[in-house]
């Protein structure tokens, strides 16, 4: 099965981010982070995970892009498991049993949008609309599966 795996092509993710996720960890887009929260109140980092962040499910950092991969039925095991971890302690989720079906729907919801090659590229943007969060994505398609040599740009010290 594919899913989203976190990729970090340059340093700007641990700039922009309150806590950058790592790269290779299985991500979801992790909307449900900012359901509760005013637009008007987001600001620096905060924001920028929201603009444009994908949740690792791991670290629960936030990744600009996101490759599509391959995926074992463990590992998504796993990713539900720590998810449901996840809104137990940072939502408040009563307990795993009340967690693991909104867990189970957010790792679902990640390998719908899965629906390009392996090794392509996404991004996320969103937005607050009349109805909630709009989520828009940006599919960037590799010519080959190595994404090392791709550079967006690159961090300079002062």
């Not at 905060?46 to 962040?53: E, H, P, V």
């Not at 137990?88 to 307990?95: D, K, S």
């Not at 991004?123 to 090392?148: C, Q």
């Amino acid at each position: 099965m594919k899913f989203l795996r976190a990729i970090r092509l340059d340093e700007s993710d641990a700039q922009v981010y309150e806590q950058a996720s790592q790269p290779g960890e299985w991500a979801v887009p992790g909307s449900f982070a900012f359901l509760d929260m005013d637009p008007l109140t987001l600001e620096g980092k905060q924001l920028q995970a929201f603009n444009s962040g994908f949740l690792g499910t791991q670290s629960f950092g936030w990744t600009t892009l996101v490759e599509i991969a391959e995926i074992d039925d463990d590992e998504y095991q796993q990713v539900i498991d720590r998810l449901a971890a996840h809104f137990m302690e940072h939502y408040g989720a009563p307990h795993i049993a009340a967690a693991l079906p909104a867990a189970g729907e957010e790792a679902h919801y990640a390998t719908t949008i899965c629906e390009y090659p392996l090794n392509t590229l996404l991004a996320i943007e969103r937005d607050f609309g009349e109805e909630g969060i709009v989520e828009s994505l940006k599919v960037i398609k590799p010519s080959a599966g190595d994404h090392g040599n791709v550079k967006l740009w690159a961090i300079e010290e002062d």
